[in-house]
Structures are given as structure tokens and as C-alpha cells.
């Protein structure tokens, strides 16, 4: 399976954005999709994953949302602060291999990331 994630950009703080995450080479039905980022100078970190599963970072301001029938992933991400700069990333495994969800070692599949710049 294939992940391609885009809908990054530059955005003012207070702003938002809508990430995507187009799934191929496989229905995205049985497989279990997260965002993680990585910030400049930092280790990756979970973003949100499932279908409701939030980083406390992220809580109220990120929404994560499945489109089986397009097999898309979206990230609709509210109230950018300067510290959610960072390449986004998508991952995806398949559901009940999954051990620990913000674990990107539990996940075997990968998007290219995309960049989020926040201006403060």
C-alpha cells in the first residue's frame, strides 16, 4: 500500500489547515491510519490516529476523520500555533497489528510528509 500525504503550507498562527492523506494499493477499510509530525531538531511524535485518538498537544483543535469509499485520511487542524510546525506524516498498519498507536514503529507504511510552516 501507498500513502501520499498533502495539504501542507504556510499559515498564519490562529489559522488552519486541512491535511490529507490518499490511500492506494489496497482498501483503506482494513487498515488502521495516524498522523505523525516531526518538528525541526525533534524526534517524531504521534499526532492523532483512528478514528478519534489525539496527542494531548492537539486535543480541541485537531480532527482526524476516515473517507473509506475515497480512501482518504484527513487532518483538519484548527488554531495553528507556531510550535505545530513540523513535516506531517501519515502511517498506516493494518487494524489489529497495531500494538501501540503512537508508536511509529507500530506502523509499516509511510506517506513522504508534508510541511507545515505556522508564522507567529
Known amino acids: 500500500v501507498q500513502l501520499q500525504a498533502s495539504g501542507g503550507g504556510l499559515v498564519q498562527a490562529g489559522g488552519s489547515l486541512r491535511l490529507s492523506c490518499a490511500v492506494s494499493g489496497g482498501s483503506l477499510s482494513i487498515y488502521y491510519v495516524a498522523w505523525f509530525r516531526r518538528a525541526p531538531g525533534k524526534e517524531r511524535e504521534f499526532v492523532a490516529g483512528g478514528y478519534q485518538r489525539y496527542a494531548d498537544a492537539v486535543k480541541g483543535r485537531f480532527t482526524i476523520s476516515r473517507d473509506n469509499g475515497n480512501n482518504q485520511v484527513h487532518l483538519q487542524m484548527h488554531s495553528l500555533k507556531f510550535e505545530d510546525t513540523a513535516v506531517y506524516y501519515c502511517?498506516?498498519?493494518?487494524?489489529?497489528?497495531?500494538?501501540?498507536?503512537?508508536?511509529?514503529?507500530?506502523?509499516?507504511?509511510w506517506g513522504q510528509g508534508t510541511l507545515v510552516t505556522v508564522s507567529s
Open positions: 502511517a498506516a498498519g493494518p487494524w489489529g497489528q497495531i500494538r501501540a498507536t503512537d508508536s511509529p514503529r507500530s506502523y509499516g507504511y
